[in-house]
């Protein structure tokens, strides 16, 4: 969806240390990262709040079920926003050119 759109995307992770390693060898240029409200070995979306503190990149939540408290803890690293599961392109395209003028 994201490259029919014309976006460049770096990669797909399932976890934490693979989302910040993608990262790392983008160089930090990274417009935003899309997050699951659940990844791999039981972290979270929120977890990679890294992203955000070493590169400035902010994320764009998309769960279909955020655990009580995390969504709290998600607004501490500034998020593009969150969108529920199931979603459609037009919400994740809208949120994506909030950061850009499309």
């Known amino acids: 969806m994201l490259v029919e759109a014309g976006y460049i995307v770096v990669g797909q992770t399932s976890d934490v240390a693979e989302a910040v390693s993608l990262a790392d060898a983008a160089g930090g240029a990274v417009d935003v990262a899309i997050m699951d409200g659940k990844l791999a070995r039981g972290f979270n979306g929120v977890d990679t709040g890294e992203l ?31 969108i529920g599961k199931p979603f459609s392109e037009r919400e994740v395209r809208a949120a994506i050119c909030s950061l850009t003028f499309c």
């Open 52 to 82: 955000r503190q070493r590169w400035d990149i902010p994320s764009l939540f998309v769960s279909g079920n955020l655990e009580e408290g995390t969504r709290p803890r998600a607004l501490q690293w500034k998020p593009l926003g969150f």
